[in-house]
């Protein structure tokens, strides 16, 4: 039966089959030369037929006429973009090194360049309908029309500062070169009503860049390779562009009436309060001394300079003190002016203050309010040099009896050391020295020390260490718009600010140190719990604080009356390191929790605060958290950790807005 099945099987090799290898797998064209030339036969049957050809030809003419209208052009508007970015660079580099000559000629060359890259551009037009592709053209076309506006604002801008380069510390030749430093500011500043209308160009071309900007989707990119990067540029330039916007929409009130808060063409007249910030108060620190100055079309005249203490002394009639200055401020019976500053609000604390102020036998009208803190003065002084005021050399070295500039040791020096009898305007030497920094400023060249003078002050102002409360509404509306008024600003999501009054301890602040940390814990429904820790740190020795053998006391222990505001309707879960039962109420739109804790000399002490926010966690898993800084602090160590994990660390010398991503 097997030889009967072998009989059947066919042992002839079939044609197409070469060798037994080549039968268990197809066989190319490269294995066999008859394959080869049948295809080459077939190719060259195939290339005269004249269908072939004409398909070929259409082909090969889309090839050419694509390249033609894309990719030449892309390149050529690639080409074009590169000169731009470089040109934008040199640009940015003029208006970093202030030179507004220079900053005014780069913008026009910008402006060129930016010309090229939209005739390039519009050379591929028709993209407008070609589906995708449309998208990607539509986006470069709007970021291109929000490029020369952006360029119109910036050239508003520099074409109006330039005629007052030399009087800002700028590069470049000012209009106002004549005459002493005096003299250039008055004539600066009757003029300056013809520039201020330009802000509304300004503002007006910004809002078309926002326009424009919101037309661009960064959806439309990838959020992997290179598509992230450009997504989150897009997302940073909207951002950034939102922002500018709303700065100078805000902005707007101030500038336009600048001219008239700097005394044209009537005088103003200004309360200056200074705020000593190694003893901190709800504002920034314990008032200590006041001047009076007169704006007369810019050019500063000081009026009056006194302790606050006389004035405090004029006024009859006082209030019984609130509860937390019966509470921990002790032999104090009565509101004081020098007390006043109770609310962490600086317009709201200034209402009290002058409702104290005008009842004073030594008041005068005035037309806002300005406090200044011992950092500002020391960031003038470190540009400035040297000052002698009041018999006394002043100089930001470092002090060692105090490990801290020598003017600071100086002035609580002045101010708090017992001496025998009474001293005649203890604390006037503030006054005095603030003055003495003025006039060492107006009566150099401007172009030694205005334009870092002028940017310090900024900086300050940013950090609150400069705090303005004027008496015109739209001057108020402005100066909050940029907030430079101290308030406790409204916010949608979580928000944090610690403020804290030390009430009886010297100096001390001047010595502690402090670090916060704020732990978020999220539930799976979306419910937060945070925990708040203020760590504090004096590693400092005490004074010998027996004022009976004439001694300074600097250091002893703080007496540190606290509360913390959070987002209103938040609930307290716990709470660790008040010496004092907590309390819970709301205050300035915000729910707050007060305490009262102490940190001794070469000590340590520890506050912990766990509450549940008044809301739950989104889909999207972000949440957005403003922390406002108290004025006249320092700049604090803060860290954020979410479920244990670290998400930003930071020192936090403003007032600072993050996007948390908590899931």
């Not at 080459?40 to 259409?58: D, T, Y």
């Not at 419910?527 to 590693?539: D, F, G, L, S, W």
Request: charged fraction near 25%; charge should be positive.
């Amino acid at each position: 039966m097997c030889m009967d099945n072998l009989s059947k099987i066919n042992f002839e090799t079939p044609k197409s089959v070469v060798n037994p290898i080549s039968a268990q797998a197809p066989q190319t064209a490269y294995s066999s030369p008859k394959r080869f030339g049948n295809l080459k036969e077939k190719l060259k049957i195939l290339f005269k037929n004249r269908k072939f050809q004409v398909s070929l030809a259409i082909v090969l003419l889309l090839v050419v006429l694509s390249t033609i209208a894309v990719v030449i052009p892309a390149l050529k508007t690639y080409k074009a973009v590169k000169v731009t970015y470089a040109q934008a660079k040199v640009t940015a580099d003029a208006i970093k090194k202030q030179d507004v000559e220079l900053a005014s000629v780069e913008l026009a060359k910008t402006k060129d360049s930016l010309v090229d890259v939209q005739k390039n551009l519009h050379a591929m037009g028709y993209l407008k309908f070609v589906p995708i592709a449309s998208w990607y053209y539509n986006d470069a076309d709007h970021l291109l029309n929000a490029g020369f506006e952006g360029l119109g604002a910036a050239t508003i801008l520099v074409d109006s500062i330039k005629p007052y380069a030399d009087l800002l510390g700028l590069k470049g030749q000012g209009s106002f070169v004549g005459g002493s430093a005096q003299q250039r500011i008055e004539t600066a500043v009757k003029t300056m009503s013809k520039i201020t209308p330009k802000i509304d160009d300004i503002a007006d071309k910004l809002s078309i860049v926002q326009k424009e900007i919101d037309q661009v989707d960064p959806g439309h990119y990838p959020a992997i390779g290179a598509g992230k990067k450009v997504r989150s540029g897009l997302e940073n330039l909207r951002l950034l562009t939102d922002q500018s916007v709303t700065l100078i929409n805000n902005s707007r009130p101030l500038i336009k009436i600048l001219p008239v808060l700097l005394g044209e063409p009537d005088d103003k007249k200004y309360l200056i309060v200074f705020q000593n910030d190694k003893e901190i108060r709800p504002t920034g620190g314990f008032i200590t001394a006041y001047s009076v100055f007169r704006l007369d079309s810019g050019v500063v005249h000081v009026e009056a300079s006194s302790d606050i203490y006389d004035l405090d002394n004029t006024i009859s009639g006082k209030s019984k003190a609130p509860a937390p200055i019966l509470d921990y401020l002790d032999n104090v019976n009565v509101l004081n002016l020098r007390d006043s500053n109770l609310s962490p609000d600086f317009k709201v604390s200034m209402t009290e203050f002058m409702k104290l102020y005008n009842r004073a036998r030594g008041k005068t009208n005035i037309d806002g309010i300005i406090a200044v803190d011992t950092q500002a003065l020391v960031a003038a002084m470190e540009i400035l040099g040297d000052i002698d005021a009041g018999g006394i050399k002043f100089t930001t070295k470092n002090d060692p009896r105090c490990d801290c500039p020598q003017v600071i040791y100086e002035l609580e020096e002045y101010a708090d050391r017992p001496v025998q009898g009474t001293r005649a305007n203890r604390k006037d030497i503030i006054g005095q020295l603030m003055y003495a920094i003025m006039q060492k400023a107006f009566s150099s060249s401007p172009k030694l020390y205005w334009g870092p003078l002028f940017q310090t002050m900024l900086t300050q102002i940013s950090e609150k260490h400069i705090l303005f409360n004027m008496f015109n509404d739209q001057a108020q509306l402005g100066l909050e718009g940029l907030n430079a008024a101290g308030r406790i600003m409204e916010f949608d999501g979580d928000y944090l600010h610690l403020n804290e009054a030390n009430f009886g301890g010297a100096k001390s602040n001047m010595f502690v140190s402090q670090n916060v940390t704020q732990d978020y814990s999220v539930g799976s429904d979306g419910a937060i719990t945070k925990t708040v820790t203020v760590n504090y740190k004096n590693p400092f020795p005490p004074s010998d604080c027996n004022l009976e053998r004439g001694n300074l006391c600097l250091n002893a222990v703080l007496r540190d009356w606290f509360r913390v505001y959070v987002p209103k309707g938040s609930k307290l879960v716990s709470s660790q390191g008040s010496e004092v039962k907590m309390k819970t109420y709301d205050e300035l739109g915000k729910t707050v929790f007060e305490g009262f804790i102490t940190v001794r000399p070469q000590g340590v002490a520890k506050l912990t605060l766990t509450y549940s926010l008044p809301f739950k966690l989104g889909d999207k898993s972000v949440l957005p958290l403003m922390i406002q800084k108290q004025p006249g602090t320092n700049a604090n160590e803060y860290l954020v950790n979410v479920n244990g994990r670290k998400l930003e660390e930071f020192k936090l010398s403003a007032d600072k807005t993050l996007n948390l991503t908590l899931r």
